[in-house]
């Protein structure tokens, strides 16, 4: 026995985009359309590796008052599956549950929805003892309680595939649906569980059974970054093969951190951003990238950066370099987090409390008998089991003391200059 299937969740068809400040029209409706782009590549990644089925864990659509268009073009993709012979096994998630369903479009016969009592379908009719896919759908969007009981037992020597979206083992971030533990799923001794949910890929479990999230086609907000796509399973008598991720994603969302520290100037900070676009562009793969940029760090370039319109004319900038592209990289927006210089020689000259406050710090580090007490004072918090978990480091040696009294200055001293109305 040979099978192919690909596994994708999180379509979330006709997603409208987040966090983008402004768009031209060019990148807004590429952004429109990415979705169902990244959808079309699906479709044709199943085509080109002749998958024997395709398997869409939830959340095929963005609201439970899905679009007619995301369910005709869904429908039209199906349909270009059956074409092909593949079959195509569908459950609903907390975004699209089955008490959501606007226009009730017919579904092509190679497609399985599951609706909200768990089932076992062949993949193919004809055999006996081929693969099988169990699944479940969301009733309604609030499903707070796990829907493994309800799952069948597995039919020895045939390989089961478990359908759900649901959170495992309560990954933070997403909201607590259909909540089941690793355990819950390793136990039902099924071959490959294809989860839908969490947008961020993860192989929970790579060995049988396997626990997979493919993650979302399409990343769709800035924190929802790099490559996205689907897994590819091949399975023989042996049992399923290592998942292989493709992308399918169509704009690749970025962040470009830049340190402002050391930088003189306009036109450093904007030529060096223009090199790390240029660098963003040449690892998406042929992809459309949307960037925010965050400026982090101390520095001359933090005045120029306050004054109004700066970070206004740094996007347009670059945006008119790169946004007119094909592939495109749009910044859609940028965090300033910049904060004044800091010269610490004059404030340690200086006849007020920041100057006292260095004056303190470096008679400390100084005295050998301070460090020695202070590694005493210390020591306590860094063998208590709590507190271990937010500390960095140790204090082994006299030294380390010195270290930490040195970031501890640079924390105060940053707040205190801040303060002081310096930024
Ligand atoms: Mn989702």
Redesign the pocket.
């Known amino acids: 026995m040979t099978f192919r299937f690909v596994h994708a ?2 379509l ?1 068809l006709d997603s409208p985009f987040k966090g983008i400040r402004e768009t031209d029209p060019h990148v807004a409706d590429v952004l429109r359309r990415a979705t169902f782009d990244a959808y079309a590549r699906l479709i044709q990644l199943c085509l080109d590796r002749r998958a024997d089925a395709l398997l869409v864990a ?2 095929v659509f963005d609201g439970a008052d899905r679009s007619l268009a995301a369910q005709v073009q869904f429908v039209r993709g199906l349909a270009r599956l059956q074409d092909a012979g593949i079959r195509a096994f569908i459950c609903h ?3 699209d549950p089955l008490d959501g369903w606007g226009a009730r479009i017919p579904m092509p016969s190679n497609v399985h929805q599951f609706g909200e009592s768990a089932e076992a379908i062949a993949v193919d009719p004809q055999s006996p003892s081929g693969p099988v896919v169990c699944g479940i759908s969301y009733p309604t969007r609030e499903v707070r309680s796990s829907l493994l009981p309800g799952f069948p037992t597995r039919e020895p020597g045939r390989f089961t595939i478990g359908l759900l979206h649901a959170n495992v083992d309560a990954s933070p971030g997403h909201e607590a649906y259909a909540p089941c533990t690793l355990a819950d799923l390793t136990a039902t001794g099924y071959d490959y569980w294809a989860l ?2 969490v ?1 961020t890929r993860t192989i929970v479990r790579d060995q049988a059974p396997m626990v997979v999230y493919p993650g ?1 086609t399409q990343g769709r907000h800035p924190n929802e970054r790099g490559p996205r796509g689907v897994y590819v399973v091949d399975v023989d008598e042996q049992g399923a093969a290592s998942p292989a991720f493709v992308a399918v994603d169509t704009v690749r969302w970025e962040q470009l951190d830049v340190q402002i520290d050391g930088l003189h100037d306009d036109s450093a900070l904007f030529s060096g951003l223009e090199d790390r676009v240029g660098d963003l562009l040449t690892q998406a793969d042929g992809r459309h990238v949307v960037y925010r940029i965050g400026l982090q760090g101390r520095g001359a370039m933090h005045e120029s950066l306050s004054r109004t319109g700066t970070i206004d004319e740094l996007v347009t900038q670059l945006n008119a370099t790169w946004a007119s592209r094909d592939p495109f990289a749009f910044c859609g927006g940028v965090v300033d987090a910049t904060r004044s210089e800091i010269d610490r020689e004059a404030l340690l000259d200086g006849k007020d409390f920041i100057g006292d406050f260095l004056a303190l710090t470096d008679e400390v580090v100084r005295d050998e008998g301070l460090v020695a007490d202070l590694r005493q004072e210390l020591a306590p918090l860094y063998e208590n089991a709590r507190a271990r978990r937010y500390l960095e480091g140790s204090l082994a040696r006299q030294d380390d003391v010195r270290d930490l009294v040195a970031s501890a200055e640079d924390v105060a001293l940053g707040l205190l200059v801040d303060d002081e109305g310096g930024g």
Do not use: E, K, L, Q
């Open positions: 969740a999180d979330h939830g959340d998630g907390n975004h839908g949910h947008h979302n």
